[in-house]
């Protein structure tokens, strides 16, 4: 079934694959209706690809783009964004064109040296670069941290398509890649635009405004449906998403106050904080067990709070795995220069005090330079500092 090649225009044949197994992509995000690594051929006096495919499939892929041409004469490889499951073929493709350079934005080339692991051909282009097939023109257009630095979109001038790798993509998977065959997809599109780009959505505008010039017949992206029709549509939406993610979050002066705790030690010491912390008029708090709480709604409550307590028992010499969840589901792009504390309750040694503060140094949150940890159980005696503690972190917050 999956030996077809589809056709975008004259000269731009879809020849990615399709992932119907796939349960989990990059280890966290559910993919329950599969997904597929969209390359494409553009049969130009260049012969050039846009973007491969996972490594794993290279045997089905290389036998479409032989349908087309003979890989010798492939020119261009273009590279919109360097994750393996869309550059993970070059490695192969490389072998079989020997004449093609790999055209990339400059952190693209970088990351490819450490993926490709030997010399290639190369050329790096930046927005507004042109690249001449021949009887056809590339723009490139500046687009990044969609969801990685290295991030590209390309456009085929005289087809009016524009190829965008990840942004405006889906995890979904169908038979007839067709936008206007597959049926609604609208939570596919949705939840991969929360959970890839949607923290990135600063970027996504900047990108969506560098193309609204742009006559556009179709987008194609790097996984799900092939946009062929009601192009406008989807940027506009998407815009609109961008815009409400960015004019509601972070929410204005929300502490969360995350936390777990074997007997409750840890728990009696985030309740005091939080306490304290509700003294201070304007702030809002989040105090939460997250011991059993589901990732997705631990993300939301990261990416709402402006402001972070992290709480944590030492275990073993070690903070607990939910609070590596936490700092897992931050990024610096987004939640850098928020300000965070750390407190917890251990019993000899106390590990997880520098683990914590060390996560959030990595991670750029503006550390207020306070941590707060007891030995065992919080004593009556205790109360008052925990609760100060709590208060003068909020005063801070909410700019007192
Ligand atoms: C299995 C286990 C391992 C522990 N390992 C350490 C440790 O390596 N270092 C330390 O300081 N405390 C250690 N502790 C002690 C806890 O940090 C301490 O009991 C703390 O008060 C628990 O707080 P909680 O009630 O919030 O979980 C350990 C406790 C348990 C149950
Ligand atoms: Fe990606
Ligand atoms: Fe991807």
Redesign the pocket.
């Known amino acids: 079934m999956d030996k077809q090649i589809l056709k975008i225009t004259d000269s731009v044949e879809w020849i990615g694959v399709l992932d119907k197994e796939i349960t989990t992509f990059d280890i966290v995000m559910e993919t329950k209706y599969g997904t597929t690594y969209n390359s494409y051929f553009i049969n130009a006096e260049k012969k050039t690809i846009v973007e491969t495919v996972k490594e794993k499939f290279w045997d089905v892929y290389e036998e479409k783009l032989r349908k087309l041409c003979d890989p010798s004469e492939i020119e261009y490889i273009i590279v919109n964004h360097t994750e393996p499951d869309h550059a993970g073929g070059l490695r192969k493709l490389l072998k079989i064109a020997p004449n093609a350079k790999i055209l990339g934005s400059t952190s693209a080339l970088r990351f490819l040296k450490d993926q490709i692991g030997e010399e290639f051909p190369q050329q790096a282009v930046r927005g507004g670069d042109i690249i001449d097939l021949g009887n056809k023109t590339i723009e490139v257009i500046s687009a990044p941290n969609l969801h990685w630095p290295d991030s590209i979109y390309t456009y085929l001038k005289e087809d009016k398509v524009l190829f965008t790798c990840d942004s405006f993509g889906a995890h979904f998977c169908h038979d007839d890649m067709y936008i206007n065959k597959v049926g609604n997809y609208d939570d596919a599109y949705q939840y991969y635009f929360d959970v890839i780009l949607k923290p990135f959505s600063k970027f996504f505008l900047q990108a969506i405004e560098r193309i609204r010039p742009l006559e556009i017949e179709a987008i194609c992206t790097g996984h799900g449906p092939l946009i062929t029709e009601g192009c406008q549509e989807i940027i506009d939406k998407t815009e609109k998403l961008c815009q409400e993610y960015i004019a509601q979050y972070p929410v204005k002066n929300r502490i969360l106050i995350a ?9 009696t ?1 985030a309740e005091k904080i939080a306490e304290g912390a509700a003294e201070v008029q304007g702030v809002e708090i989040d105090l939460c067990d997250i011991e059993k709480m589901d990732i997705g709604t631990l993300a939301d409550k990261i990416d709402k709070a402006s402001a972070y307590l992290l ?1 944590s ?6 903070m607990l795995p939910q609070l590596y969840q936490v700092f897992a589901h931050m990024t610096p792009i987004r939640d850098k220069d928020k300000l965070a504390g750390c407190f ?9 005090e520098k683990q914590l503060i060390g996560n959030i140094e990595n991670l750029k949150l503006n550390y207020w330079g306070n941590s707060l940890f007891l ?3 919080p004593q009556e005696k205790d109360f008052e500092r925990i609760k100060t503690y709590g208060k003068n972190f909020a005063l801070i917050v909410s700019g007192c």
């Open positions: 936390y777990v705790s074997a007997y409750g030690f840890t728990k010491i709480g028992p030492t275990i073993n010499q070690n917890g309750s251990y019993g000899w040694s106390g590990e997880a030995k065992f159980r």
